[in-house]
């Protein structure tokens, strides 16, 4: 399910197709509270890839039978719009209409995907937070502080984890520097290495690193009063 997909539906268009080479049964339904953002979908669905007016309630077409659960919401640059105060609510009821297995990414983008950043949710909990960087011509990762989630944007000041989280990023990334000649790839799994022998909870995924990705536990970037 891609929630919030914006003018155009190709992001939902771009889901099907990576889920499908993973599961070639995927279907995909794309959620929208634009009627005309919905029609403009219509125009293009299949059995495979639906389309449905709608909010975090994420409802299912008709087609779908009663009770159905969802393997995998996307919900991209759509909480950024509303108070932190909503967000555990809009986190759980889009929780309620996952699969026992499902998983929620929730996060912000830039325009053009070179800034991202979401929270992986399970049925229960927040799991993970990532943070994804186009690598050529990046200054520093602190960067990314701008499309932070609205559960962490606010809170990116001195005594809050994800203040720290991006102070170490930082540090490692301009601490690599030199490495910088063998390219901003070598340099970015440097930094991630380097940020997990710090002792920061990283996940250890060399691929994703080379795709300027780094995933740590939520609970070390979660805001203090979590």
């Given amino acids: 399910m891609d929630l919030g997909y914006g003018a155009s539906p190709i992001t939902a268009v771009e889901l099907l197709e990576r889920c499908q080479k993973v599961n070639p049964k995927a279907r995909v339904v794309g959620v929208e509270i634009e009627q005309e ?38 919900a991209f640059n ?33 325009e053009i995907g070179r800034l991202q950043s979401w929270v992986t949710l399970n049925l229960e909990r927040p799991l993970w937070f990532t943070v994804s960087l186009r690598l050529t011509g990046l200054e520093s990762p602190s960067k990314v502080a701008e499309r932070l989630p609205k559960a962490l944007i ?7 984890r994800i203040h720290k989280f991006l102070l170490a990023l930082d540090f490692w990334w301009n601490t690599h520097a030199p490495l910088g000649v063998f390219g901003a790839v070598q340099r970015w799994s440097a930094v991630c290495q380097s940020m997990a022998d710090a002792g920061w909870p990283v996940k250890i995924e060399p691929k994703r690193w080379k795709l300027g990705e780094i995933t740590v536990d939520w609970a070390a970037v979660a805001p203090a009063s979590n």
Avoid at 53 to 61: H, Q, S, V
Avoid at 79 to 105: F, H, K, N, T
Wanted: glycine share 12%; hydrophobic share 40%; net charge negative.
């Fill in 37 to 74: 953002r919905v029609a403009r979908g219509l125009e293009i669905a299949t059995d495979e890839l639906q389309f449905v007016r709608g909010g975090f309630e994420t409802p299912l077409p008709s087609g779908f039978a009663a009770g159905t659960k969802v393997d995998l919401i996307r």
């Fill in 78 to 110: 759509v909480l950024r719009q509303y108070s932190e105060a909503e967000v555990a609510g809009a986190w759980a009821l889009m929780q309620s209409r996952l699969s026992p297995e499902g998983l929620l990414i929730e996060g912000t983008c830039d």
């Fill in 154 to 160: 606010h809170h990116n000041i001195d005594g809050e």
